[in-house]
C-alpha cells in the first residue's frame, strides 16, 4: 500500500478545563466542515492516518486520543459512562473553536461519538458510525460480561504490548497491507492500563443500538464485510435502528478497515459528506 495513502500529524495538547488535557493531532483546512474522528477501544490518533491524508486538504480533521489514552486525562469516574466521553467531545470542540462538525466514531468510538451528539444534537452536521461496538447493556451494578472482564485481566496481565500480540490481527484481513498492519499494533501497543480499563467498564453498560434510536441528525453506519470483532449481523442492528439512517457494506475489509483500506473508508464517507453538504 502506497505511504502516500498516511499522513500522521504531530499530537498536541488541548486544555479543556482545570488540569485536564485532551490529546489530539490535527491538519488541514478549507471550506469543509471539521472533521471529528474518535478511535476505538484499542486504538488512538494514530490509527486515522488514511482519513488525514484523504481529507486534510478540503478541511479541518481532528483525531483525539480518547480520555486515559496517551496524553489525555482520564475521566474521573472508574467506571464512566458514554455520556461522561461525549461531554469531553463536547469540551474538545469548544476548546478548538469548532461550531459544528462532522463526527465519525470506529468501533466504541462510536459510543462515545452519538453520546456527544445526544448532548448537543446542534454541533453536528451529520454522523457516521464505523464498526459500531453495540456494548453489553449491563445493568449498573450488575457483574461486567465475562468477555469485558477478560479484557481487564489480560491488559493488567501482559500490558499493552501482549494485548496487540494477541487482538491486533483480528482486525484486519489477510489481504492488509504490511504498513496497514504496523500501524494497528503500534497504537494497540500504545494504549494505557487505566484508560483502557476505563473504556472496557463504559462498554460493559453501553447499549449504543438503544442509543442510535434517538439520533436526530442524518447518519451513515458503516462496516466492512469480513469484520470478526463486530460482525456484519450486529452492525446490521445498529444500523436498522437509526431513524432514516443511511448504511454502507465495504466488501474485503474487516473492522480496522479505516487503516486497511482507507481509499475504500474515504471514498464512502465523502459520498455521504456529498449528500449532506451539498
Known sequence: MPSDLYLEPPLSLVAVGDEQRIAVRQ?????????????????????????FAGFAPTRRVIAW??????GSTPLTARSPTA????????????????ERAVLVGQSLGAIMGTAAVL????????AVLASPASGYATPEGAPIPASVAERLDEVARTGPAGLAERRAPRLLTERASPEARAII???????????????????????????????????????????????????????????GGQHRVIPRVGHGFATEAPALFNAALADFLSQIED
Open 27 to 51: 491538519a488541514g483546512g478549507g471550506d469543509g466542515t471539521p472533521l471529528v474522528l474518535l478511535h476505538g477501544i484499542g486504538s488512538n490518533s494514530s490509527a486515522w492516518a488514511g482519513q
Open 65 to 70: 486520543n480518547a480520555p486515559g489514552y496517551p
Open 83 to 98: 455520556g461522561d466521553y461525549g461531554t469531553r467531545v463536547i469540551a474538545l470542540l469548544d476548546a478548538l473553536d469548532i
Open 119 to 126: 448532548l448537543q444534537p446542534e454541533r453536528f452536521v451529520c
Open 185 to 243: 499494533h503500534r497504537v494497540m501497543s500504545e494504549v494505557t492500563v487505566e484508560g483502557y480499563a476505563q473504556a472496557s467498564r463504559m462498554l460493559a453498560h453501553a447499549d449504543l443500538t438503544s442509543d442510535v434510536a434517538r439520533l436526530r441528525i442524518p447518519t451513515l453506519v458503516m462496516w466492512g464485510d469480513e469484520d470478526i470483532v463486530t460482525p456484519p449481523a450486529g452492525c446490521a442492528r445498529i444500523a436498522a435502528a437509526v431513524p
